[in-house]
């Protein structure tokens, strides 16, 4: 009974995968892609999703094993995943080539000189370039730097909330979540802000929070520049182009004059066309992602009253609650990797020309790992084991400033707010058209001022 139990929960699974476009844009997907990745991981830990052929990874330990080992998996289709799909070099059927020869890094190598990855570059490249740009870039956000940001944090936060407080109600996202990480990424690379005219553009249709990634590879590149016209707070990487130079003749003590002035073990500096995307992603990413994860953190806060209560009263479980939510639903899900040659992570076999999909948000619900997984639990205690912020030498190092405004945000909040609720229903609430972010597009909040 229990076998047949079983096969019946698998075939079920293997239905759902069959009906359920993951990487498609619709909003029944975006809104709730778990069942997904719960029926993928029912399956097996590595699986084959039939729409694009990409391997799902679901388990904690497969995850972490992927991320280290450059020398199988390449990096080169890190965001774009399913998109490269039929657009990368594909290994020959085992007929002609038996599994365990197949091998695509002269390919590989090949394609990357034709396509251009120049905004991604932290993102997609391998060993031992990758390496040569992340020894530089790996050290920006130290403790020294945290403390002196500390102070500017807590001002932008008591600034956003001083111009909503008043009224009982705001979108959270536009009003705060957005603009906060943009102030945040400003400061922190001494960039000045874009005129208030824009900034309320911006703010007011949470431009940023709509924004997605990447669709496609067209003409063999994968660059997507600012637009001005979709959001005219951000940078083109011209403009980032202009600022490296100007901190490389004078730098200041922020890190974009860090990254400007940074050398290789050589004492070489890098090019300045080199270190753009570098910035470019660091600025944007650095305000996305923790928009999304601020976004997020309020959307689970505001339905428990009791955990706002016990937050208020013992501001020292901030930190643990707004990691458990990280843990629980990530605002990045997972990025992908490409399978260099034949090869097997566990008992799977992975074909060379394969296109993985490190599920983050899966890895952090693997019961292997983590007790009653699918129920988020502030007093966790391994909450922090979460691999929302990738693993290995591709580890976002902007984790630590992500950390400190979450956890400064909501001690900001919950000294001058109370009784946060949602002002609309919970499955009314919108997420960007993309998988590999999640985040409430806009998040409407009622709340009682605290005198």
Known sequence: MSEARSHSDVEKARELIENYDIFGFEQEWRKNPYPFYEATRKIGPIVKEPRYGVYVATRYRDILDIERRSQDFSAAVASIGPFSVGQMPEREDEVKCPFGQADLDPQLTEWRDHTNLSLIPVLTLDPPEHTRFRDLINKLFTPKRKDQLLPRLRFFAHELVDAFI?????????????????????????????????????????????????????????????????????????????LLRERRANPTDDVLSEIATAKFENDEYPDIEELKGIASVMYGAGQGTTMHWIGTIMYYLAQDQEAQDRLRENPDLIQPYVEEVLRYDPPVQGLFRYARHDTEVGDVRIPAGAVIWMNYAAGNRDPEEFD????MCPERGNAYKGISFGAGRHFCPGQPLAKLEAKTSFEEVLKRMKNIRLKYPADSVEYPEWFVVRGPNSLWIEFDKIE
């Open 166 to 242: 008043d009224r009982g109600e705001t979108e959270w996202v536009a009003g705060y979540a957005s603009p906060y990480t943009y102030y945040t990424m400003n400061e922190t690379m001494d960039i000045p802000r874009a005129p208030d005219k824009d900034m309320a553009r911006r703010f007011k249709e949470g431009e940023m929070g709509r924004r997605g990634g990447g669709r496609a590879l067209v003409d063999g590149s994968v660059t997507r520049d600012a637009d001005p016209q979709a959001d005219p707070t951000m940078l083109s990487l011209d403009q980032f182009a202009n």
């Open 372 to 375: 009653n997984p699918l129920e």
